[in-house]
T-cell receptor, first 116, second 110 residues
Framework: GDSVTQMEGPVTLSEEAFLTINCTYT??????LFWYVQYPGEGLQLLLK?????DKGSNKGFEATYRKETTSFHLEKGSVQVSDSAVYFC???????????????FGQGTILTVHP | DAGVTQSPTHLIKTRGQQVTLRCSPK?????VSWYQQALGQGPQFIFQ???????QRGNFPDRFSGHQFPNYSSELNVNALLLGDSALYLC?????????FGSGTRLTVV
């Protein structure tokens, strides 16, 4: 079945450092790929997504490129801020056989802590 | 525009009891999915409802059941609670490729 693997965490960085969180996936067909962020005590917020190979999703300085050849969707940010401290989840979904998303399959999450 | 709302936000139940969690979807969304997120883990898909029927189901026992109402709101029911059912339960609503999560219900089983 579908699966998502994220890099081992947690990740601790100083403010303005470069961030990479690795994500690889296994799926049949052509899934859409997502990064979600979860702040303490809150639900999941969509950070960015990509729906086909070579698409680049971007938002709030974060970027990720859908690499079909390496089945990867690594998250990057050039200069992190203290406010970026949160848990980041990589996820995939198929279209459930139609034009709407079926289930989302998540990775285990990566805790990011950014120090001033 | 109200997003996905879940109730209650927290609750504590005793092992063996039954619990019902509720979810109101985002305006314009017609599909509801439920996820279980254990502490320190990623969310796990429980099931998805569309047109008042279960459309997809994850690897959860029959103790987990759900319902969707004509106004698209949904309930998640868990019977014979186990200590291992303690988790954050997330509801997500969707329409096409628009997908939104609620803040969750924190269930503690003692």
């Amino acid at each position: 079945g579908d699966s998502v693997t994220q890099m081992e965490g947690p990740v601790t960085l100083s403010e303005e450092a470069f961030l990479t969180i690795n994500c690889t996936y296994t799926a049949t067909g052509y899934p859409s790929l997502f990064w979600y962020v979860q702040y303490p005590g809150e639900g999941l917020q969509l950070l960015l997504k990509a729906t086909k190979a070579d698409d680049k999703g971007s938002n709030k300085g974060f970027e990720a490129t859908y690499r079909k050849e390496t089945t990867s969707f690594h998250l990057e940010k050039g200069s992190v801020q203290v406010s970026d401290s949160a848990v980041y989840f990589c996820a995939l979904s198929d279209l459930g056989g139609g034009t709407s998303y079926g289930k989302l399959t998540f990775g285990q999450g990566t805790i990011l802590t950014v120090h001033p | 525009d109200a997003g996905v709302t879940q109730s209650p936000t927290h609750l504590i139940k005793t092992r063996g009891q039954q619990v019902t969690l509720r979810c109101s979807p985002k305006s314009g969304h017609d599909t509801v999915s439920w996820y279980q997120q254990a502490l320190g883990q990623g969310p796990q898909f429980i099931f998805q409802y569309y047109e008042e029927e279960e459309r997809q189901r994850g690897n959860f026992p029959d103790r987990f059941s759900g319902h969707q109402f004509p106004n698209y709101s949904s309930e998640l029911n868990v019977n014979a609670l186990l200590l291992g059912d303690s988790a954050l339960y997330l509801c997500a609503s969707s329409w096409g490729t628009s997908y939104a999560f609620g803040s969750g219900t924190r269930l503690t089983v003692v």
